[in-house]
């Protein structure tokens, strides 16, 4: 009998993933590394138990979830209306493509002193970091799904008489959500991603803060405890994006 | 009142330098099924948008009376909306709640798609696609009509029974249709009268009416006759 499709879903990563526990475990056990570079993953389980015992892990993960959630959730609102007119509009498009495409090549990294200079220090310049990271990327994948919806779709509205405004909404809108749903989704994870950056100068929490203030102290056992949760969170959050695909007036742009 | 509802003279449209119809006469009155037939490429999407006012004449006048809805040959529908949806965004935007609900419900009975009210276009084959751009259009009580090779998508057989379906239900719904193909068998299946469009530019070459009944069989008296001619016509014999 084959093995089922449970088996190699669900088994086979924890196999890929034991056995990098165990090349991980067998190496630093043999002394294969110099002091301090490569914890051992004894260390980072302690370290593990003694952040989540302490409360400070759980603070660090709400502090940057609400960071990643302010930034993304004020980039999506200014992009998506951004990119539809970019994408709709001719003339807007030959006036703002080029500097929105400017300015997300740009590495956030590079925006940090502006950051700041500019919000000081606290939760503001993390999240202009953050927003910056995803607005541009946005935008622009907002602009190039709207400027490519079939021109059936806006005969048959002007057959039905819709007004401009359900134009936007009714059939340009809809049209995108495929599109905008896997940028979305792309998006969420550029911006956990950038979490470590935007939290490298002027906050005391949160596990970018975590990474880096442990650097300090050489806790190479702390960074590869705040690389573990970031990662899981990071796909947590991928898994939970990638389920709007199945909202049913999104599916069609899936299934075919 | 007259009984036209749509009426081309010399009407010529260019893209560019590009000259697509040139001095084309063309009268439909209400109630009335004409076929355009052409070579590919001979303008007749373009005819179609004319007439449904999506495109402007560079010459000559076209004059529309009343509204009018299109059919394209696939993607139309809106594949974010279930088929019930689709029929009710064709409604006509005064319909009060409680009338869209009985007038839905008609048209999924008249287009047999009852039973896929609540599914998605991507769910559905392309005959049963066409049925709810059909049940969509006509549910707009609009005047005239456009179909622009809605079945060419579809296989033989499909085709075929579209066909009868489409001239099934305009005997309970009559309405002004233009109807554009390339496929000279439909043409003479189901047209009142069928235009041939002579190549780029393109201009009304010869106007045949035929028998009323219909849908016609190929072996009807007259049908044999009438293709024979377009094909002349088209140079195709």
Request: hydrophobic share 50%.
């Amino acid at each position: 009998m084959a093995p089922s499709a449970g088996v190699f879903r669900y088994l086979l990563p924890l196999v890929t993933g034991l056995a990098l526990l165990a090349i991980w475990w067998i190496s630093t056990a043999l002394d294969a590394f110099p002091v301090g570079t490569v914890p051992p993953p004894g260390d980072v389980a302690a370290a593990f138990v003694s952040e989540l015992s302490s409360g400070r892990m759980v603070s660090d993960i709400v502090a940057s979830l609400y960071r990643v959630a302010w930034g993304y959730v004020t980039a999506v609102i200014a992009a998506v209306p951004l990119g539809l007119i970019v994408g709709r509009s001719a003339r807007a498009k030959a006036a703002l493509l080029p500097w929105i495409n400017f300015f997300r090549n740009l590495s956030p990294i590079a925006w940090i002193p502006f950051a700041i200079v500019w919000f000081g220090i606290g939760d503001p310049p993390a999240i202009f970091i953050i927003f910056l990271a995803t607005f541009f990327q946005i935008a622009l994948a907002t602009a190039a799904a709207a400027g490519s919806v079939p021109k059936v779709y806006y005969r048959v509205a002007e057959d039905l008489a819709l007004t401009n405004n359900e134009v936007l909404f009714k059939i340009t809108l809809p049209a995108i959500m495929p599109q905008l749903v896997t940028a979305l989704r792309v998006a969420i994870g550029v911006a956990w991603m950038v979490v470590v950056a935007a939290e490298m100068m002027g906050v005391g929490s949160g596990l970018g803060f975590l990474i880096n203030d442990s650097r300090y102290a050489l806790r190479m056992d702390l960074v590869v405890c705040g690389m573990i949760i970031i990662g899981v969170i990071g796909i947590v959050l991928d898994i939970l994006f990638a389920r709007l695909a199945n909202v049913p007036s999104v599916r069609w742009g899936f299934d075919r | 009142m007259t009984d036209l509802v749509l009426d081309l003279k010399g009407v010529g449209f260019d893209y560019g330098s590009n000259r697509v119809i040139d001095g084309l006469d063309l009268e439909v009155s209400r109630k009335e099924l004409v076929v355009c037939v052409g070579p590919s490429g001979c303008g007749k999407s373009t005819l179609l948008g004319l007439l449904g006012g999506h495109l402007q004449p560079t010459r000559g006048t076209a004059k529309r009376h009343g509204q009018t809805r299109t059919i394209y040959q696939d993607g139309g529908l809106f594949p974010w909306l279930t088929v019930r949806q689709n029929i009710d965004r064709g409604l006509p935007r005064t319909t009060a709640a409680e009338a869209r609900t009985t007038k839905i419900a008609e048209w999924l009975e008249i287009t047999r798609l009852a039973e896929f009210a609540d599914h998605y276009p991507h769910q559905l084959s392309g005959g049963m696609r066409q049925r709810v751009e059909i049940a969509r259009a006509l549910a707009g009580e609009t005047d005239v009509l456009l179909m622009d090779e809605p079945f060419s998508a579809l296989d033989y057989q499909t085709r075929n029974r579209m066909r009868r379906e489409l001239i099934a239900t305009l005997e309970q719904r009559p309405r002004a249709v233009v109807f554009v193909t390339h496929d000279i068998e439909e043409a003479v299946q189901i047209g009142d009268r069928v235009i041939v469009l002579g190549a780029r530019p393109a201009n009304v070459r010869r106007i045949l009416a035929l028998p009323t009944s219909k849908p016609r069989q190929p072996a009807a008296p007259g049908v044999a006759e009438a293709e024979q001619a377009i094909m002349d016509e088209l140079g195709l014999s």
